[in-house]
């Protein structure tokens, strides 16, 4: 048997570009994308990068593919829809090198903010999609979707979804071999510039490039059929194919690695050699649809198949009809919070106590909306939060307690311009950077406002309060979110102000950081167990029952405390010190 | 005859290397394996499960065990035992920490944390035993080995041999945590010596 390594599907898109001679490398992190450009930089030999945003990096991958370099760009589902700019036209344009566009939906909202299906991107811009179903497939349909590109002078789109990208499977590895190229930038203008008189002719050329596509489908070995019974016949693809095979592993299947477009003439044959044909898929009934419009009879499914995770049971049952809710048990739900240490809680207790009218934005700190803290009341998009807070002032004015919280990393990828839209059309914004100098919900990226680039090299770092300034912020002052005390007199002086101002909340996430101070512990003596320190929701401090079920007893776990002191400040009986070296567990 | 082991706690408890070990030292031992879990927002002290699937002789297609079918649940805290239940079968081999992290919803007073939680988890019939293996690790002065001191007590049920368990950690943990985890993974052997 040849070696095998087990590798995530992101770990294995990463060794499929790295082998088919990838020169370059972007995307931004998101959830359950954001290992594959690391482990692409592992790998060595590949330019990669960081990029600001995803617009950045696909942009900057359509100038790397114009020298003939082959090119990956990176995302999470929601990527897309800030990348879809470019990415539309240079549906267009076309390619010179392989251009393969990685995005990774997330069924069942695991780490995001909609369950969308960006299979639905590729009849809109007209480009085809491949999904793996697991880690070999991710491989191979990587390394494979770079010469298709550039074979059909389009970019690829490379679509996984959470148990794709987060399951390890096995992989048989092959060597880099890197094609031989110019390294140039090809000048075509009536390709490359999408005026309209040249862009209706690409429009044109496009349609051809589908009608080829279209022919490649039929004969593809991305796509097969495995003969079975001949009575139940399932047409599925990505991780929906393998909880199928799981399900029914009799049935005959027509397993779809290209989703878009579709092998029309094979699905055809499919259908007539099977009694009963199902459509196994995962979020949107895509491939359903289409097949239904092919005039072809499909086994009706549960409408509720479309939200959420499959498994293989909800598709054993979805095979019987049905799709039986998940019986809730009645155990205390374990949600997640921000860790203890965690700076932005500073923030968000301030927040709560001035009563102020949050509009949060993607980050670890959305957290900042579940009790105990309930300090954050909206969560739209990235960068969403400083356009709502700009909206509300402007339809309604200021009622001394709007304020838009976003991290370090969401500002740069898409604060700015709205912090840029609130100084030009001039409302008496409160945007507080959480600058916590890394991207911690993704797992701890850096960003320009770190300065440190995905390679190692050092890179400019971005001066926060220097580029609010210049975006015409007259009030922008820096502060310590573990200060409650400074943290509440900037707020109140802004959110009480009738200009915009920018608070930059900087203190290292506790993750990065690992800034470990001696534990602190409750004086029970001295504790009135009024609750103050567990309604800052740190979950580091245990409510422990007593007689009183209104007042249990509040414990640190001193494994868990980072010693950051927050609980002692909002301690009214100054009961919370720090713990002797060898003091007895309270 | 797939093997399905499901691995459970709180963010932070080291679950997603127990399950990387485990998947290598099936790997290595020839079988068809897969492993998944879920990283991102839910690591954030929220409950994290792991599954792990192997063979050496059928397919392995789904990266998911189906549910009532994991045959083994190696759980770091109690409450999270309980909840992963319902995911194991009537005869499954339960391993548990009789571990209790509050969750945020019983410290706001909006739920209680069951107070029968090991009763409820022997009432099904299953084979139920407790492996104290953060109190082991603490003692060997390294309280984040509990998850491969877990590993160790489960390891004897699960016909891989221990020169592959050591290969394996070596292979998934960082060098210098090696050696710990070696003690660690024998001291969980030993903890489950009677069962």
Not at chain 1, 155 to 178: K, M, Q, Y
Not at chain 2, 28 to 34: F, I, L, P
Not at chain 2, 47 to 52: A, G, R
Not at chain 2, 105 to 121: F, H, I
Request: charged share 20%; hydrophobic share 40%.
């Amino acid at each position: 048997m040849p070696q095998r390594t087990l590798l995530s599907g992101n770990e294995a898109i990463a060794r499929g570009a790295w082998e088919a001679g990838v020169r370059f490398g972007s995307g931004y992190p998101g959830t359950p994308s954001s290992e594959i450009l690391p482990a692409l930089t592992e790998l060595g030999d590949a330019y990669t990068e960081w990029s600001v945003n995803e617009k950045c990096a696909l942009e900057a991958a359509a100038g790397a593919s114009l020298t003939g370099a082959r090119c990956i760009v990176t995302m999470k589902h929601v990527g897309l829809n800030v990348a879809a700019d470019p990415f539309f036209t240079l549906c267009y344009t076309g390619v010179n090198g392989g251009v393969v566009i990685v995005c990774a939906d997330d069924p069942e909202m695991h780490s995001s903010q909609n369950e969308q299906d960006n299979r639905n991107y590729a009849r809109a811009a007209k480009a085809p999609v491949l999904e793996p179903s697991d880690s070999q497939e991710a491989r191979d349909y990587t390394a494979l979707s770079f010469r298709l590109s550039e074979q059909f002078d389009v970019p690829f789109i490379l679509r996984t979804t959470t148990r794709i990208a987060h399951s390890d499977t096995p992989v048989i590895l092959g060597e880099r071999d890197v094609p031989e190229r110019d390294c140039e930038a090809v000048r075509d203008r009536q390709k490359y510039v999408m005026i309209p008189a040249y862009a209706r002719k690409r429009r044109r050329a496009m349609h051809e490039r589908t009608l080829a596509l279209k022919a490649f489908a039929e004969e593809t070995e991305l796509n097969r059929t495995e003969p079975g019974d001949g009575k139940t016949g399932i047409i599925a693809s990505g991780v929906a194919y393998q909880y199928a095979k799981e399900a029914a592993p009799g049935a005959s299947f027509l397993k779809l690695g290209m989703t878009w477009p579709l092998p029309e003439a094979m699905i055809r044959r499919f259908a007539e050699s099977v009694e009963k044909l199902y459509v196994i898929e995962e979020l949107d009934p895509i491939i359903t649809e289409q097949v239904l419009a092919m005039g072809l009879a499909v086994e009706p499914l549960p409408q509720t198949l479309q939200f959420g995770e499959l498994s293989p049971t909800r598709v054993a049952a979805a095979l019987q009809g049905e799709d039986p809710e998940l019986s809730g048990d009645s155990l205390p739900p374990r949600p997640p919070t921000l860790c203890a240490g965690c700076p932005h809680r500073g923030v968000f207790v301030t927040l709560r106590k001035l009563k102020a009218y949050v509009t949060g934005d993607i980050g670890c700190y959305t957290l900042g909306t579940l009790p105990p803290l309930q300090a954050l009341d909206t969560c739209l998009c990235m960068g969403g939060g400083v356009g709502q807070t700009h909206g509300i002032l402007s339809a309604c004015g200021k009622k001394d307690k709007e304020v838009a919280v976003i991290g370090d990393s969401t500002f740069v990828h898409s604060g700015i311009t709205g912090l840029i839209n609130i100084a030009y059309n001039g409302s008496p914004a409160v945007v507080c950077i959480l600058d916590n100098g890394t991207t911690a919900m993704t797992g701890g990226q850096d960003h320009p406002g770190t300065g440190v680039t995905l390679s190692g090299r050092p890179g400019r770092r971005l001066d926060l309060p220097g580029i609010c300034r210049a975006a015409g912020i007259p009030n922008v002052e820096v502060i310590d979110p573990r200060d409650l005390k400074q943290t509440e007199e900037t707020l109140k002086a802004a959110m009480a102000s009738d200009e915009p101002w920018v608070i930059i909340a900087r203190c290292p996430c506790v993750l990065i950081s690992r800034d470990r101070k001696p534990p602190y512990q409750v004086d029970q003596e001295a504790c009135i167990r009024c609750g103050a320190c567990l309604r800052i929701g740190c979950p580091a401090i245990a409510a422990e029952p007593t007689d009183d079920p209104r007042k249990p007893r509040p414990v640190i776990d001193r494994s868990m405390c980072v010693g950051c002191g927050l609980c002692a400040q909002v301690c009214p009986q100054d009961a919370i010190h720090v713990a002797e070296a060898d003091g007895a567990e309270d | 005859m797939v093997t399905n082991v499901l691995l459970c706690g709180v963010g932070g408890q080291g679950i997603i290397t127990a399950s990387k070990i485990l998947s290598e030292a099936a790997l290595m031992s020839g079988y068809a394996v897969k492993k998944s879990e879920v990283h991102g927002m839910s690591q954030r002290g929220g409950n994290v499960e792991s599954h792990v699937r192997f063979s050496a002789d059928s397919p392995v297609h789904a990266p998911t065990i189906p549910t009532g079918e994991a045959c083994m649940l190696l759980a770091f805290e109690t409450l999270e035992a309980l909840r992963a239940l319902p995911q194991t079968s009537p005869e499954a081999l339960v391993l548990v920490d009789e571990r209790r992290i509050v969750p945020m919803s019983v410290n706001t007073g909006l739920a209680q944390y069951p107070d029968d939680a090991m009763q409820r988890l022997e009432a099904g019939g299953r084979h139920v035993h407790v492996v104290p293996a953060f109190a082991i690790a603490t003692d060997l002065g390294e309280y984040r080995a509990a998850n491969v001191v877990m590993l160790g007590a489960a390891s004897r049920h699960l016909g891989i041999t221990s020169e592959v368990w050591q290969e394996a950690i070596k292979h998934s943990v960082r060098p210098r945590a090696v050696d710990s985890s070696l003690k660690a993974f024998e001291a969980g052997l030993a903890a489950l010596a009677g069962a």
